[in-house]
């Protein structure tokens, strides 16, 4: 027998198996969508007008989707503390690409997950939301000053209905 017809027919079978074994690495990178910062700072701004319309002194933060900071905007009656609540508000809806509302739901006391509150920066309280488009989070925006969570809420969402023409695919 021949060798060289059995050393091509393992070549070939080795050749192929590579093949399919190249094709089923993922890729070696990926692309994602960030917010420029005048998006960013637009969200921030309708969700400042909307609570001065519901008269209340905010903060709003805006964040990236790693959670970086990209917009601040605090008004000027606007309790000293809003200004940090508001970016943990984000960094939060950022990182858990949840509301921080229904965080605190997922977190009460006696919930398997309730420990997570402990976790520095993480504010489990109404007013985070994440900033969505296209199936992926973009960043999130935070509220922090108005009269309990769902008014920081509607805030927020206000801020979020703003831009999310500008990033939808």
Known sequence: MNPAPVRLRGLTLGLLLCAGTLQAQPAAHHDVRLMTPETALKAAQAALAQCRKNGHQVAVAVVDRAGLLQVLLRDRFAGAHTPEVASDKAWTAAS??????????????????????????????????PIEAGGAVLGAIGVSGAPGGEADDACAKAGVAAVLGDLEL
Do not use: H, N, Y
Request: no cysteine.
């Open 96 to 129: 858990f690409r949840i509301s921080t509302t229904d965080l605190a739901r997922e977190t009460q006391a006696g919930q398997p997950m309730s420990g997570i509150r402990q976790r520095a920066r993480v504010m489990a309280v109404g007013g985070g939301l």
